[in-house]
């Protein structure tokens, strides 16, 4: 097969990768023997040997040189930093991705921040590869509250300050766990089944079966320690040759691992929600009280909704993840598996079933989460309403008090004018002026401005407030309606009139 088919062929997200990191924002190398940057690529492995068949750690590799220096490994799973350019580990990363020909596409996912990716594909060697990206949203808890434990550094920058914000925000949290896995298989041909030896078998005939030069690496990049764990336990429970007979049982750990690690996070934001919910169900029988919701209600409502939102997403991509995985267990294994393959693929469609659970929960979570805000808006709402009838009510007062008192003022402000006097000596009769009428000359026409100017801008207010007129212009002044007086009487009139048209239809009909 043509060289461009190589799966390591594309170099350029290799040297994407390289560039990513310039050298001077590079630690200074402690080894220029091995040229890996600063303290080296910390590299964590577990293996097995067709010699011993039992597992080991290996936790001492400070750098990919010592790796290559152990003795070669039938089975071998190896963690290392995260698949990303950090300044600690680019070269390291970069080093071992070219001396483990580890796909192009798959560090090509790393620089472009991929959130989900499956692939199972065969060199042209015949080595096979299977990798996939695998993002799951991670929260800390602090009490009963989310809180986002790394703090960006102070700035002048804009962006950093606002992100700074960001992340002080109620239930607030931006900590992703983001690994990625190979699993590269080599096996020579006709050999893809092997009998599987037991730990209290010791023939020759057994040991003779095990292909010596086949080889199994799972890599695993910026993967949890817990998944550490899991392994630790698998060392002590398998053997060389169940592993390298059905190689995806390691990617059934990986799957197994991280489901729960997203599944406890979903329970970790469940809880702190169920606090909430409790505390506005409470408010929710006194309704008046609703101004005792936390400043930050809403605020923290909103980032709990978008780590739901994140987790669904999470888990989508991770069934999709595992419904290729079976797949191609399926193509690769046939319809006559071994039993511990077939064990692996009953192990792979149960793992299904609880990524669905999980996803059911977290579309729950999400419909609770999102009757809860209806429900604090509503509480809002009716504290709001009340607020409101207590100020009406004042308002009523005032006006009561005016109406009662407006009788006297205008009687005491007509008799107060210079047109009425009250004589001085007895029998104190009021003496009306002759020019009494100009009182009624000037006071009524005001009175009719006065009237006139508030109906028009009635008209207009109503106008564009009820029957949508369009509005004014950028930098129109609106004189306080008389420039769309015409407009505004024209459009009432139509109104009016289709409304008496339908009126008189709808009788017409009621008649007949």
Same mark, same amino acid.
Request: net charge neutral; glycine share 6%.
């Given at each position: ?10 170099? %350029? ?14 630690? %200074? ?13 910390? !590299? ?16 001492? !590799? ?48 790393? @620089? ?32 009963? &509250? ?39 298989? &080599? ?18 005939? $057994? ?13 695993? /990049? ?62 929710? $029988? ?25 987790? &669904? ?41 609880? /990524? ?63 047109? @009425? %006097? ?7 009769? !009021? ?30 207010? &109503? ?20 420039? $769309? ?15 008496? %048209? ?11």
């Amino acid at each position: 097969m043509a060289a461009f088919r190589s799966l390591t062929a594309d170099h %350029k997200p290799l040297n994407d990768f390289k560039l990513a990191v310039p050298k001077a924002h590079r630690p %200074k190398s402690v080894d220029a023997k091995n040229d890996v940057a600063g303290s080296g690529l910390p !590299i964590h492995i577990f293996e097995w040997s067709q010699s011993s068949q039992d597992g080991t750690e290996n936790s001492n !590799i400070r750098s990919l040189s010592d790796l290559e220096a152990l003795d070669p490994a039938t089975v071998r799973v190896i963690f290392a930093p995260r698949d990303i350019p950090a300044p600690e580990t680019v070269e390291g990363l970069a080093r071992l991705f070219e001396r483990f020909k580890i796909p192009s596409a798959f560090v090509a996912e790393s @620089m472009q921040n991929i959130s989900q990716s499956f692939a199972a594909q065969k060199d042209i060697d015949g080595t096979l590869y299977v990798w996939f990206h695998f993002l799951c949203k991670t929260v800390s808890i602090q009490g009963s &509250r989310i809180v986002h434990q790394q703090k960006v550094a102070q700035g002048d920058n804009d962006d950093e300050q606002a992100r700074i914000n960001a992340q002080n925000q109620s239930q607030a949290d931006f900590d992703w766990l983001k690994p990625g896995f190979v699993l590269k298989v &080599r096996k020579p041909q006709g050999t893809l089944r092997l009998p599987s030896r037991t730990r209290t078998s010791s023939s020759d005939a $057994t040991m003779s079966a095990a292909t010596a030069e086949s080889s199994v690496e799972l890599f695993c /990049f910026g993967a949890p320690e817990s998944l550490g764990d899991r392994f630790r336990k698998l060392k002590n429970v398998a053997i060389c040759d169940d592993l390298v007979q059905d190689p995806y049982v390691l990617l059934e750990v990986v799957l197994e691992e991280m489901y729960k690690v997203l599944d406890q996070t979903g329970w970790a934001i469940s809880h702190v929600f169920g606090e909430i919910e409790i505390k506005t169900l409470e408010l929710a $029988t006194t309704p008046g009280k609703a101004n005792q919701l936390p400043r930050d209600h809403f605020t923290g409502l909103h980032n709990l909704a978008k780590h739901i939102t994140y987790l &669904r997403e999470n888990c989508d991509s991770a069934l999709a993840t595992l419904s290729g995985l079976r797949h191609h267990h399926t193509a690769v294994i046939g319809d006559h598996p071994e039993p511990a393959q077939e064990f692996t693929r009953q192990a792979l469609e149960y793992r299904k079933t609880l /990524f669905q659970s999980t996803q059911r929960r977290l579309a729950s979570l999400d419909k609770r989460m999102a009757n809860i805000i209806q429900l604090s808006f509503h509480l809002v709402t009716v504290g709001d309403s009340r607020i409101m009838q207590s100020e009406n009510q004042s308002m009523k007062t005032i006006a009561v008090m005016t109406l009662i008192f407006m009788p006297l003022s205008t009687v005491a402000g007509i008799f107060g004018t210079q047109f @009425m %006097k009250l004589d001085e000596d007895a029998p104190w009769h !009021i003496r009306v002026s002759q020019d009494f009428w100009l009182l009624w000359v000037i006071a009524v026409p005001l009175t009719v401005i006065v009237v006139v100017i508030w109906r028009v801008w009635y008209y207009d207010a &109503r106008g564009r407030l009820v029957d949508e007129l369009p509005p004014r212009g950028k930098g129109e002044r609106g004189w306080l309606g008389w420039k $769309t007086m015409v407009g505004t009487r024209r459009k009432y009139n139509v109104v009016r009139t289709d409304y008496e %048209k339908a009126y008189d239809a709808g009788a017409t009909v009621a008649s007949t």
